[in-house]
C-alpha cells in the first residue's frame, strides 16, 4: 500500500497564497543509490515558489497541476540509498533539491547527497 503524507500544493495559477493547499500526496519513493529521503521540519515558500504559483514559468517550464511547492528544506535522515557515504539515518540535514524535485513543503523530500549538507552541531 502507497504512504501517503502531507505537501503544499496549487492546483491552479493564482498570485494569492492563501490559494495554496495542503493534501494527502503519496510519499516520495525509497532513495535510489545516491539519494537521501528527508522527514522535513522545516521548508519555505520562496520567490521562485512564487512565481511557478503565478504560472510565471509555465512558458518555459509547463507543470502539470497540483504544483508541489518548495525547494528548499532542513530536516532529518530517514532513508538513505546504498552508495550514500556522506550521510547516516538520523543525521540533520539543509539543503536545495534539484528544479524538478519541487515539493519540499511536505512531510518527506528525497533528493541526491550532494544536494544536501550536514546542520553543525551548534544550530538548534
Known amino acids: ?3 501517503m503524507h502531507s505537501a503544499a500544493v496549487v492546483n ?4 494569492n497564497p492563501s490559494d495554496y493547499t495542503i493534501v494527502s500526496r503519496p510519499q516520495p519513493p525509497s532513495p535510489t543509490a545516491l539519494q537521501v529521503l528527508v522527514q522535513v521540519h522545516a521548508a519555505s515558500i520562496n520567490p521562485l515558489d512564487s512565481k511557478r504559483a503565478e ?7 509547463p ?8 525547494y528548499d528544506l ?11 557515504r556522506r550521510f547516516s539515518l538520523g543525521d540533520r540535514v539543509y539543503g536545495r533539491v534539484r528544479n524538478e524535485q519541487a515539493g519540499t513543503v511536505a512531510e518527506f523530500a528525497v ?14
Open 12 to 15: 491552479h495559477y493564482t498570485a
Open 55 to 61: 504560472g510565471m514559468l509555465a512558458i518555459p517550464l
Open 1 to 3: 500500500m502507497t504512504q
Open 111 to 124: 533528493t541526491e547527497e550532494e544536494n544536501l549538507a550536514r546542520i553543525p552541531d551548534t544550530v538548534r
Open 74 to 84: 532542513a530536516g532529518t535522515v530517514t532513508a538513505i540509498g546504498s552508495g550514500v
Open 63 to 70: 507543470e502539470p497541476f497540483p504544483l508541489q511547492l518548495g
